[in-house]
Structures are given as structure tokens and as C-alpha cells.
């Protein structure tokens, strides 16, 4: 059974940073375009970054020079590094995989608070 897999979310202080790690198994992963997207609660899920078989990544406004997204073809993995949260940032995050299917995880909640 293909698996998504997310860790990495918590408590935060605004200013403070997080790493969010998803393992995927049973995926040809080097062929898919991995992501992340966030849902709010009573808002819509929103893309947060995404990044291709060959590395182009692309983020929402909102986090750009805040966050980066990375993967590690050999390992499976796609990091999300967050950092100088901010309380709207608070949201389930969830990690994505696309190419002829779509694949999401269980989700990871992040929490932005003092």
C-alpha cells in the first residue's frame, strides 16, 4: 500500500521554526512532483510549496524566503523547513505526491502560538 507519511509539526513560538519530513513508500518517488499544502480550520486547503522530478520549486507568497522545500530522491523524502513562523501559519500540513495519481498523507498539525 503506497504510504505518505509526515513528521515534524508542533508548538512554535512566532519567530521559532520547524522541519517537516514526509517519507513516502511503495512510489516510484523520483517521478513525482512532491508537496506541501496547509488547511486553516474553516479554510480551504492552500499549496504552500511544491518541487518537480528535477528540482524547480514553487511557493505560495505567503512563505516565500520563510520556507524551503527540498527532497531526497535516495531516501524518499521531501523536507519542508519553515522558518520565522508566524501565527498564521498555524494549520494541519499535509504532504502531496502527483504525477498520474495523486497521493496525499495523514497530515501534521503546526501550531504558531506564544
Known amino acids: 500500500q503506497v504510504q505518505l507519511v509526515e513528521s515534524g509539526g508542533g508548538l512554535v513560538q512566532p519567530g521559532g521554526s520547524l522541519r517537516l519530513s514526509c517519507a513516502a513508500s511503495?512510489?516510484?518517488?523520483?517521478?513525482?512532483?512532491m508537496g506541501w499544502y496547509r488547511q486553516a480550520p474553516g479554510k480551504q486547503r492552500e499549496l504552500v510549496a511544491t518541487?518537480?522530478?528535477?528540482?524547480?520549486?514553487n511557493y505560495a507568497d505567503s512563505v516565500k524566503g520563510r520556507f524551503t522545500i527540498s527532497r531526497d530522491n535516495a531516501q524518499s523524502t521531501v523536507v519542508l523547513q519553515m522558518n520565522s513562523l508566524k501565527p498564521e501559519d498555524t494549520a494541519a500540513y499535509y504532504c502531496?505526491?502527483?504525477?498520474?495519481?495523486?497521493?496525499w498523507g495523514q497530515g501534521t498539525q503546526v501550531t504558531v502560538s506564544s
Open positions: 502531496n505526491a502527483h504525477w498520474t495519481t495523486e497521493l
Open positions: 511503495r512510489i516510484i518517488f523520483s517521478i513525482y512532483t
Open positions: 518541487i518537480t522530478s528535477g528540482g524547480n520549486t
